[in-house]
């Protein structure tokens, strides 16, 4: 057996899994290389490499308005909402008397999801594969009502001006989007800190990249009400969100958000100023920083010649390095296991960037870590 098929994910190429025809795939694309069909991926990368590999590809399966399957495959994800979500989207596409196969290990809990999605369609699952600390379960398509999905509910953020006034706002979220439930404390910390950090000097135009729900530069907005702005993350449904969010704030004619991936080139440039929340994913028990380091490596392009950008991570992880080599590195603060970056662009960056890796989705790791995306 190759490494490729010893993948958790490959359990849908065991025989007996796949049946005839044409599948679609949440969150993979193995099932559509070997059946044809068409690939569901709101990850920008995985999205542009299905296409790459001539694959049919959408980032939302709401894009599928009229369009049936005689199989479908969803991949488990960490976020039960977004997996339910993801089943019930299936669901609708599924043709009569069709296969719903949910794959996933045991580690992200595919047995809980399993027993949950079970009682709610009214039938036993069958047990497909079972192998590599993972299985694949099938369910078919009757005419039941379906999986059930779940609220991701709006939460409060709030930023406080130089002069002391207070901006408080509400944040809606999506399933999937990082940090749907509240605002997590990487995001609280550069908040506390932002209008300190930029002083007296408004800021003329202002970047939040990897922007999830839009928190940071929404925040930034309500400070600063003469610049402009621009979100972008990899993440389609962040991008969705983000702009939900910037609709209902008010915020549309000068604030937009864009579907991009790191390795990607800046779609802009002459930034004043950038937030950033690096992400970053796990590879088993590893942390993946290539994302992370990707978004430094892309900063000389965002930033014009005199910008700077204010970052948060957890503590432990080494960003130190990789952002040195972009500019001048100051640490800021260091409290409640995250540190507060103030990063300005070196003369000597080029405004291209250096790209460690261009081509992968990893240039780095490190063990798993609290996380702070």
Not at 88 to 109: D, E, H, K, M, V
Not at 130 to 135: E, I, K, L, S, V
Request: net charge positive.
């Amino acid at each position: 057996m190759s490494p490729r098929e010893r993948r958790p994910e490959a359990l849908v190429l065991d025989p007996g899994v796949l049946r005839e025809g044409p599948v679609c795939e949440f969150g993979s694309a193995l099932a559509v290389e070997a059946r044809g069909g068409t690939v569901i991926t709101p990850w920008r990368d995985r999205f542009r490499a299905a296409e790459a590999a001539e694959l049919n590809a959408a980032s939302d399966a709401r894009d599928l308005s009229t369009a049936t399957f005689p199989q479908v495959v969803v991949h488990l994800q960490k976020s039960r909402a977004a997996t339910f979500e993801d089943l019930a989207q299936a669901w609708r596409i599924l043709s009569p008397g069709g296969q719903l196969l949910l794959t996933g290990t045991n580690r992200l809990g595919i047995v809980s999801a399993v027993k949950r999605l079970a009682a709610q369609l009214d039938q036993s699952g069958i047990v497909v594969s079972n192998r590599a600390r993972a299985r694949a379960v099938r369910f078919k398509r009757d005419d039941g009502p379906g999986p059930e999905t779940e609220m991701t509910p709006p939460f409060e953020a709030r930023i406080d001006a130089i002069d002391g006034a207070r901006h408080e706002f509400t944040v809606e979220t999506r399933p999937g989007v990082f940090s749907a439930k509240k605002l997590d404390a990487g995001s609280e910390m550069l908040l506390d800190a932002l209008a300190r950090f930029v002083g007296y000097k408004p800021p003329k135009r202002v970047l939040d990249l990897g922007c999830g729900t839009g928190v940071l530069g929404l925040a930034a907005a309500m400070l600063y009400p003469d610049a402009e702005f621009l979100l972008a993350d990899a993440d389609a449904r962040a991008v969705e969100c983000a702009r939900a969010n910037i609709e209902r704030l008010g915020f549309v004619d000068r604030m937009r958000a864009q579907w991009w991936d790191a390795r990607e080139k800046p779609l802009d440039t002459r930034f004043d100023l950038a937030l950033v929340n690096p992400p970053f994913h796990y590879r088993g028990p590893d942390v993946d920083l290539g994302p992370a380091l990707a978004i430094f490596d892309s900063l000389p392009g965002w930033l014009g010649r005199k910008g700077r950008a204010l970052l948060v991570a957890n503590r432990t992880l080494p960003y130190e390095t990789p952002l040195e080599r972009v500019g001048v590195l100051d640490t800021l603060q260091s409290a409640r296991g995250y540190k507060l970056l103030s990063l300005k662009r070196s003369a000597r960056s080029s405004g291209s960037g250096d790209r460690h890796a261009s081509g992968s989705r990893s240039s780095g790791s490190s063990r798993a870590l609290k996380r702070s995306r």
